[in-house]
Nanobody, 123 residues
Framework: QVQMVESGGGSVQAGGSLRLSCAVS???????MGWFRQPPGQEREGVATIATDGSTSYADSVKGRFTVSQNSAKDILYLQMSSLNPDDTAMYYCAAGRPVRGTFCYTDEYTYWGQGTQVTVSS
């Protein structure tokens, strides 16, 4: 089975940086990869994704601050976060899936999820 394991979460002051990693195992292919987050008491939201063609997409709230990437083997997913603010505080999840059509995945097309890693940004 495909497994996703996040790491790198922690506490950081506003304005700081943090890099999250997600180890992917199980040999999934033709997959979308993405990061999602769930702030306390709020709904899960997409943060950054990589489509099957390698293109990236970002939530408006993180554009210019976050960068999503993969290693060449596509078994590690990264999220580099900078200029963090308290609104970035959330449980962050990595996920993988396959698009039904096209090259990008809708949220419900992400089949595999990690357990999450907590990011807390203090002011």
């Amino acid at each position: 089975q495909v497994q996703m394991v996040e790491s790198g979460g922690g506490s950081v002051q506003a304005g700081g940086s943090l890099r999250l990693s997600c180890a992917v195992s199980g040999g999934i292919t033709r997959a979308c990869m993405g990061w999602f987050r769930q702030p306390p008491g709020q709904e899960r939201e997409g943060v950054a994704t990589i489509a099957t063609d390698g293109s990236t997409s970002y939530a408006d709230s993180v554009k210019g601050r976050f960068t999503v990437s993969q290693n060449s083997a596509k078994d590690i997913l990264y999220l580099q976060m900078s200029s963090l603010n308290p609104d970035d505080t959330a449980m962050y999840y990595c996920a993988a899936g396959r698009p039904v059509r096209g090259t990008f995945c809708y949220t419900d097309e992400y089949t595999y999820w990690g357990q999450g890693t907590q990011v807390t940004v203090s002011s």
